[in-house]
């Protein structure tokens, strides 16, 4: 059965992007980029990608993808990809991308079956990722702390998620950063 896993960066002071959707902040710490051992592993064992809108539309900015479709795959591999948005968005020529509106636990059955037995990776937003605990369906919660702050921004889970539903699991360093990984009870 698919896990739903939130891994992303946060600032030292919980923000995952800054009050214009940017994650410049990230780029500008060393390793910021990605690519360890451990997250190529983690990719391994992902079926489907899901992310909101905020996120999808910096990716294609960031990236020039709606110029350079055929850089989809360098970042997200030939996995179908659900992007959560009340809006009408543009589509990557050749990428498996499914636009979902409304709550997460109407789409879950297709993410669900689309994963087939690897896991979900919420790629971004916080809010997504919040309602995807509010559903009952995240399992886990992998944060890698950066030595930044933001002072303001989008933060990392707007919602209230006590000790009752988070058990902490894992602890590791990857150079400037430390990765936390949290079990969540539905």
Known sequence: MARVIFYTATTLDGYLADESDSLDWLFAVPGGEGGDADFHGFLDGIGVL????????????????????????TFYGRRPTWVFTSRTLPDVP???????????SAAWPQIRDAAGDLDVWV?????????????GLLDEIRVSVAPATLGAGK???PRRLGADRLTLTDVRRSGQFAELTYAVRA
Do not use: M, N
Request: proline fraction near 8%; glycine fraction near 16%; hydrophobic fraction near 40%.
């Open 155 to 157: 933060p990392l889970l």
């Open 123 to 135: 790629v971004g937003g916080g809010d997504l990722a919040g309602q995807f605990a509010d559903a």
């Open 50 to 73: 899901v992310q909101g809108s905020a996120t999808y539309e910096w990716v294609l900015r960031h990236e020039g993808l709606l110029d350079h479709p055929e850089r989809w795959p």
């Open 94 to 104: 050749g990428a498996d991308i499914r636009f979902a509106s409304g709550p997460v």
